[in-house]
């Protein structure tokens, strides 16, 4: 932009479809003795982006009346994948159309100029460019400016908080001294000054067996000052052993010497976690060649002495080999995809991280990067519970819960997650559904996934501006659910595999939706479960797909007539409750305790379980949220200790865990828990926990 202001002869594009209007325009830039106005003209929208994307523009004057599209139409086109303009715009507009100017002006134009019947208000364009040209060189100082600053250490300390990785400065002249580190240690159940005071504070605390890694890894940096990388176990307070990716780079200040060393410790237990189920993939699949290949050996030498069945085994044999092949080649190609996967949500967490630590953030910026952290690590989340689906569904280790479920509702709910992606993608999802009940016997939870996920995938293999159907009918004793689509279709070779493990549809480079190949399998087998089957139908590329879903429906002699999906036993009163909250994790404490204190109820807190007992006894709490881990007894010691004491006998007291609750619920039920919920807890579920004790105690 500098560039544009110091020279002499600008680069326009006017985009209008009145001949007259566009002689107007260049007569007034004309006028203007100190630029040369080089102007490109377009009589059509598209005309004009075609030549806003092919020519080095300084400017654009806008038309807001086009015969293709109208001036904001124009804009949303030109802006880019963030929404913003690559250069300014000035829009123009006739008298009586205005109003049209603030709409431009909210999608990122700079300024507008009303065209009056006598043109004279046009002798002001080139006076509305050149400051339009001055404000777009404002911001991008500004936006430079802001680029070179850099946080001073409260900040710094504060949005480092904010994150969930842990992260540390490190001395240089002395290896394994740590200069700082982060709160976040907490998690391990060590307080952040143990690890300060001790100069071999990490090294003491890393698994026996990863010791030599990280002291291999950490000479190499501290002797040719070389980024570090390395993964390795950290050993909590409690023994239990977690995986974590340490990344660190030496700092150096402005002229070239070395101040620190600046690290993240990124817990990646569960990531590990997901390496042994494919491990345990990988050995199925060689377990399986190494069979195959004994039966085929064996078949070879009864084919040395039956020549006559010869051409048939050989045949059966290279098919055999193909298959292996073929399972081999989508095994890689599923690695290499969770790779892709795991590096989209982990590529914007590592930027908003390393901005984070180099730059300030004001208030919006602050929010926009915990939205980014929230959003792709639940990302990653979705991705490793899909695996594990997958992976129980194959042990047989899933049970459904079946109750009464009334189906037009929870298709309704389906849909409902869906909606943000086809509305982005400005496509079509309709919905025809029957006015009358119909009831099935299922898995609400698991039937919504089934649906979700196909809505999902015909969103994400339909283009923008298509159409999704989805369509209910009732064959005898059984209902049909039609998932339809006019997107990209499945190519014949593919449809008889669409179910399997690990198979999706080709996408490019540009298809930012992609996924794993799990969620097709997913739905198969969620549908069988409930006894039910699903059929695809495709004409092949480009002629979208359809999806059905063939279920087992109660006949209505059976239906009662509450409502099938649960909206709620009871609703909220104003009776405040006493709630303790025990975890060792602050961020869960604060939070739930600000959710709890909007609710109107009165809430303490603890971080240990001594100090939870101690004070269970002198708040006499109404309800206690306890976490299972703390560091220094476990949950269900607590939960006996509480049931002991006659003040807190009958407290109501509901497990918080990240464990899982069918392997721990009836070690919970022996410790006298009520309830038990996984994290993060539903809070919708949470509320109503909280409204039934709401009318218990109402009622007492």
């Given at each position: 932009m500098n560039a544009v202001l110091n020279k002499t002869t600008i680069r326009l594009l006017l985009v209008d479809d009145d001949q007259i209007d566009r002689l107007a325009c260049k007569r007034a830039l004309a006028q203007f003795p100190d630029c040369d106005f080089v102007v490109f003209e377009a009589e059509t929208g598209a005309q004009g982006l075609k030549l806003a994307r092919a020519q080095q523009l300084d400017c654009i004057l806008l038309d807001y009346h086009l015969p293709d599209l109208n001036g904001v139409e124009f804009l949303a086109e030109l802006a880019d994948e963030t929404g913003e303009l690559p250069m300014p715009v000035v829009m123009l507009t006739g008298s009586d159309?205005?109003?049209?100017?603030?709409?431009?002006?909210?999608?990122?134009?700079?300024?507008?100029?009303?065209?009056?019947?006598?043109?004279?208000?046009?002798?002001?364009?080139?006076?509305?460019?050149?400051?339009?040209?001055?404000?777009?060189?404002?911001?991008?100082?500004?936006?430079?400016?802001?680029?070179?600053?850099?946080?001073?250490?409260?900040?710094?300390?504060?949005?480092v908080e904010q994150i969930p990785a842990i992260t540390y400065i490190a001395s240089l002249e002395r290896p394994g001294k740590l200069l700082y580190l982060s709160p976040q240690i907490h998690q391990l159940g060590f307080p952040p000054e143990d690890w300060l005071a001790d100069p071999q504070g990490l090294l003491k605390r890393v698994h026996t067996g990863d010791r030599q890694i990280l002291i291999e890894a950490y000479a190499q940096t501290y002797e040719h000052h070389a980024p570090l990388r390395c993964e390795y176990r950290l050993v909590k307070s409690d023994g239990q052993a977690r995986w974590f990716l340490d990344e660190a780079n030496v700092v150096r200040d402005e002229a070239g010497g070395t101040l620190f060393l600046q690290g993240v410790l990124v817990d990646i237990?569960?990531?590990?976690?997901?390496?042994?189920?494919?491990?345990?993939?990988?050995?199925?699949?060689?377990?399986?060649?190494?069979?195959?290949?004994?039966?085929?050996?064996?078949?070879?030498?009864?084919?040395?002495?039956?020549?006559?069945?010869?051409?048939?085994?050989?045949?059966?044999?290279?098919?055999?080999?193909?298959?292996?092949?073929?399972?081999?080649?989508?095994?890689?190609?599923?690695?290499?995809?969770?790779?892709?996967?795991?590096?989209n949500p982990l590529t914007p967490i590592s930027n908003v991280a390393q901005l984070m630590c180099s730059q300030s953030f004001d208030e919006p910026a602050l929010t926009w990067a915990c939205e980014v952290l929230n959003r792709n690590v639940s990302h990653i989340s979705q991705l490793v519970d899909d695996m594990l689906d997958v992976s129980r569904i194959t042990r047989g280790l899933v049970n459904i819960q079946r109750e009464r479920v009334e189906l037009v509702e929870l298709l309704k709910h389906s849909a409902e997650p869906v909606q943000t992606l086809t509305q982005t993608k400005h496509q079509t999802l309709n919905l025809e559904l029957p006015t009358q009940p119909i009831y099935l016997e299922g898995d609400p939870v698991r039937l919504t996934q089934v649906?979700?996920?196909?809505?999902?995938?015909?969103?994400?293999?339909?283009?923008?501006?298509?159409?999704?159907?989805?369509?209910?009918?009732?064959?005898?004793?059984?209902?049909?659910?039609?998932?339809?689509?006019?997107?990209?279709?499945?190519?014949?070779?593919?449809?008889?595999?669409?179910?399997?493990?690990?198979?999706?549809?080709?996408?490019?480079?540009?298809?930012?939706?992609?996924?794993?190949?799990?969620?097709?399998?997913?739905?198969?087998?969620?549908?069988?479960?409930?006894?039910g089957q699903i059929t695809v139908y495709s004409l092949g590329a480009n002629h979208g797909s359809e999806f059905v879903v063939q279920l087992p429906r109660l006949v209505e002699a059976t239906v009662q007539t509450e409502p099938l999906i649960s909206q709620g036993l009871y609703k909220e009163t104003d009776i405040g409750l006493r709630v303790l909250l025990i975890d060792d994790n602050p961020d869960v404490v604060d939070s739930l305790a600000l959710w709890f204190e909007a609710l109107g109820h009165q809430v303490e807190t603890a971080h240990h379980g001594i100090q939870g007992i101690s004070a269970a006894q002198s708040f006499e709490p109404d309800i206690v949220l306890l976490d299972i881990g703390l560091p220094d007894m476990d949950g269900y010691q607590v939960a006996r200790k509480l049931r002991e004491h006659p003040s807190t006998q009958r407290v109501r007291i509901i497990a918080l865990?990240?464990?899982?609750?069918?392997?721990?619920?009836?070690?919970?039920?022996?410790?006298?828990?009520?309830?038990?919920?996984?994290?993060?807890?539903?809070?919708?579920?949470?509320?109503?926990?909280?409204?039934?004790?709401?009318?218990?105690?109402?009622?007492?």
């Open positions: 159309n205005a109003l049209v100017a603030v709409d431009a002006l909210k999608l990122g134009a700079r300024d507008y100029v009303i065209k009056g019947s006598d043109r004279e208000s046009l002798q002001w364009l080139p006076a509305v460019v050149l400051r339009a040209l001055r404000e777009q060189q404002a911001i991008q100082d500004k936006v430079l400016a802001v680029e070179q600053l850099r946080e001073a250490e409260a900040k710094y300390r504060t949005l237990t569960k990531d590990k976690e997901t390496e042994q189920e494919l491990f345990y993939y990988r050995q199925r699949l060689e377990d399986l060649v190494a069979q195959r290949t004994e039966q085929l050996e064996k078949q070879n030498a009864i084919l040395n002495s039956a020549n006559a069945n010869l051409d048939k085994a050989l045949c059966e044999r290279k098919q055999a080999e193909q298959a292996l092949k073929d399972a081999d080649q989508r095994k890689n190609e599923f690695l290499a995809m969770l790779g892709h996967e795991l590096r649906f979700t996920n196909l809505l999902n995938n015909a969103a994400k293999y339909t283009g923008a501006g298509g159409r999704i159907d989805l369509s209910v009918s009732v064959d005898g004793l059984s209902v049909i659910v039609r998932v339809q689509d006019n997107g990209m279709g499945i190519k014949p070779q593919l449809l008889p595999h669409i179910f399997d493990l690990f198979i999706q549809g080709e996408r490019g480079l540009d298809r930012s939706e992609g996924g794993m190949g799990l969620g097709l399998t997913l739905v198969k087998k969620m549908v069988e479960l409930h006894d865990s990240g464990y899982d609750q069918k392997k721990n619920s009836l070690s919970a039920e022996s410790a006298g828990f009520d309830h038990y919920l996984m994290k993060p807890p539903n809070l919708n579920q949470l509320q109503e926990l909280i409204a039934e004790y709401q009318h218990i105690k109402q009622s007492t």
